[in-house]
T-cell receptor
Framework: AQSVTQLDSQVPVFEEAPVELRCNYSSSVSVYLFWYVQYPNQGLQLLLKYLSGSTLVESINGFEAEFNKSQTSFHLRKPSVHISDTAEYFCAVSEIGGYQKVTFGTGTKLQVIP | NAGVTQTPKFQVLKTGQSMTLQCAQDMNHNSMYWYRQDPGMGLRLIYYSASEGTTDKGEVPNGYNVSRLNKREFSLRLESAAPSQTSVYFC?????????????FGPGTRLTVL
């Protein structure tokens, strides 16, 4: 069975500072990995995904995540955050093959301080 | 193209009352899902429908029933609401035939059971 761990429930960071949101997963088979973002009072939106190929994936708004198979991690980073990045971020994993059920982490609230 | 729509947006019920949450998608997706979101617990899968005509239990199905009315619509019914079902409910859909299982979410229904 697959699982996802997001150890940090809240991460406060000053505007223009770098941030890293941590995600570790567990699975007995190969996986797809996702980061979703949820802005206040909205549904989740896909931020970026790792399917195969380059282990570094990027979003259109400056976030990036690196798939590390040996450490079973998929941490999300941004070199300089903006107020508009304040949101909750969910890491998710989907096992390749079969039904591809998605398991979500418990979320990390990113609070950008002006 | 509306994506995933949910009705109602807000609902207050008394213990023991019943209600149905409606969800529709216009992306011709095969799979649809119902999640609940509670603070500190992330998203938990209630029921899913891998394809039209099939439904299966997720992680927390007790107290709920679902109907996959057609390819577009997937409803969630609470037969006898309990305060423990106070939550935000999200419907999602995905294209199962693809090589990965990116999910598209609706805006959510905020349900309070008194």
């Amino acid at each position: 069975a697959q699982s996802v761990t997001q150890l940090d429930s809240q991460v406060p960071v000053f505007e223009e500072a770098p941030v890293e949101l941590r995600c570790n997963y567990s699975s007995s088979v190969s996986v797809y990995l996702f980061w979703y973002v949820q802005y206040p009072n909205q549904g989740l939106q896909l931020l970026l995904k790792y399917l195969s190929g380059s282990t570094l994936v990027e979003s259109i708004n400056g976030f990036e995540a690196e798939f590390n198979k040996s450490q079973t991690s998929f941490h999300l980073r941004k070199p300089s955050v903006h107020i508009s990045d304040t949101a909750e971020y969910f890491c998710a994993v989907s096992e390749i093959g079969g039904y591809q059920k998605v398991t979500f982490g418990t979320g990390t609230k990113l609070q950008v301080i002006p | 193209n509306a994506g995933v729509t949910q009705t109602p947006k807000f609902q207050v019920l008394k213990t023991g009352q019943s209600m149905t949450l409606q969800c529709a998608q216009d992306m011709n997706h095969n799979s649809m899902y119902w999640y609940r979101q509670d603070p500190g617990m992330g998203l938990r899968l209630i029921y899913y429908s891998a394809s039209e005509g099939t439904t299966d239990k997720g992680e927390v199905p007790n107290g709920y029933n679902v109907s996959r009315l057609n390819k577009r619509e997937f409803s969630l019914r609470l037969e006898s609401a309990a305060p423990s079902q106070t939550s935000v409910y999200f419907c999602a859909s995905s294209e199962l035939a693809g090589t990965y299982n990116e999910q598209f979410f609706g805006p959510g229904t905020r349900l309070t059971v008194l």
